[in-house]
């Protein structure tokens, strides 16, 4: 027997459309993603895959959407701007003095109550703090402000926006283990579009959660453990 020497790879969206379509039973097996009609079909199909993904971001369960974003520090500088697709800011920044590669001090976030009760902010020196404003540019306010003597880089961790669902001929921007989700999900979704019978849309949204589970167990970072056991007393 001989294996295959390829490995698996994400399918595109339309592709994912499509299959969505024919699990729903709204299409043929044997139909493609063109024609007159697939147009309006693949526009209704990526608007619910948008606001699907939408959801989950939200809801932090896609992995990929987490990066460090590495920040550069202009002296006397505050606020800084961040990318537009900076979604939010999570978790404990660092900051690298310039020319290092170790050595980082650790830059801990705070709310907008605490740093409104910082009484000097215009306080010069390397920051110990930052606090990122959720305005229509996002922004992160540090404290101290970075001056002449305290620049380098601080590397921050960022949930960013993810790719958009209107290429059909690219692939989703999640990990592989969502794909199937997706499909299931749209299925879902078109079958109650569609009036379907309702146990047909009931088996798809099994489907979907089953699929979920999966995904969702697939994606988080996991590390490895170690069970301590702290009774000192003898074996019975």
Known sequence: ????????????????ILRAYQLAGLLDHSASSAGPTWMSKASMARDFMELDLQGLQARGFLVRSIDFYPLPLVADTNP???PPVTFDLIGTATYLPPGSTSGETHISMIDYHAYQKISDKQSGGIPSVFYPHRAATFQVYF???PDAMSLGTVNIQRRRILATMREGDKTIDCEAAWNEYFMYSLAHKLALANTLPMAQIQELRGMKTESFMHARNFGRQRSSGMLISTHRGGRY
């Open 1 to 16: 027997m001989t294996i295959a020497t390829s490995a698996a790879i994400d399918l595109p969206i339309d592709t994912i």
């Open 80 to 82: 800084y701007d961040l």
């Open 143 to 145: 404290w101290q402000v």
